[in-house]
T-cell receptor, first 110, second 115 residues
Framework: QKEVEQNSGPLSVPEGAIASLNCTYSDRVSQSFFWYRQYSGKSPELIMSIYSNGDKEDGRFTAQLNKASQYVSLLIRDSQPSDSATYLC??????????FGSGTRLLVRP | DTAVSQTPKYLVTQMGNDKSIKCEQN?????MYWYKQDSKKFLKIMFSYNNKELIINETVPNRFSPKSPDKAHLNLHINSLELGDSAVYFC??????????????FGPGTRLTVL
């Protein structure tokens, strides 16, 4: 099992819909989790971090962490075409290294 | 502007050459990182420095040598460049190395192409 796994996509949603991005992780990655957005040709931009079980909301973004199922998700409400990007899930291992998934490409159709 | 900056943005060079990439952050962070993003967009850590001390050294060829003159700067020197070194190299910084809640902020990246 890869340490952090994501479906590569693309995930295509219509404008205004909820986009749901998912990530699973192995036992090695258990400390804390981060969602980064990366536009083509640009650097990763941190959009959410989550450290404990449950939901964390910030504007249109909600991160969800379920440690029992080893599952992290990012919900984007009222998706906009400008949300079209690759979303990278990252987890921190016991030596405090960030381990990244390969990313999910999101396309928001106008 | 407070940020992580890198130079150069693009680097095109021949196999066998030696090159350096520079990184500076003015966020007041104490920890800096080098990441490599390959053609499949997979982002992997290479090195990390905390207050000028090397704390993460992944399995990277010893042709790659990081140097941190102070906690705001982290440079990456690459000797004897190979075709497989072609990638985008990102510098990042954070507070609180060794804490599970350290949020890392990335620079704009340096696209290295080895011909």
């Amino acid at each position: 099992q890869k340490e952090v796994e994501q479906n590569s996509g693309p995930l295509s949603v219509p404008e205004g819909a909820i986009a749901s991005l998912n990530c699973t992780y192995s036992d090695r990655v258990s400390q804390s989790f981060f969602w980064y957005r990366q536009y083509s040709g640009k650097s990763p931009e941190l959009i959410m971090s989550i450290y404990s079980n449950g939901d964390k909301e910030d504007g249109r973004f909600t991160a969800q962490l379920n440690k029992a199922s080893q599952y992290v998700s990012l919900l984007i409400r009222d998706s906009q075409p400008s949300d079209s990007a690759t979303y990278l899930c990252a987890g921190m291992d016991s030596s405090y290294k960030l381990i990244f998934g390969s990313g999910t490409r999101l396309l928001v159709r106008p | 502007d407070t940020a992580v900056s890198q130079t150069p943005k693009y680097l095109v060079t021949q196999m066998g050459n030696d090159k350096s990439i520079k990184c500076e952050q003015n966020l007041g962070h104490d920890t800096m990182y080098w990441y490599k993003q390959d053609s499949k967009k997979f982002l992997k850590i290479m090195f990390s420095y905390n207050n000028k001390e090397l704390i993460i050294n992944e399995t990277v060829p010893n042709r790659f040598s990081p140097k941190s003159p102070d906690k705001a700067h982290l440079n990456l020197h690459i000797n004897s460049l190979e075709l497989g070194d072609s990638a985008v190299y990102f510098c990042a910084s954070s507070h609180l190395a060794g804490r599970s809640y350290n949020e890392q902020f990335f620079g704009p990246g340096t696209r290295l192409t080895v011909l």
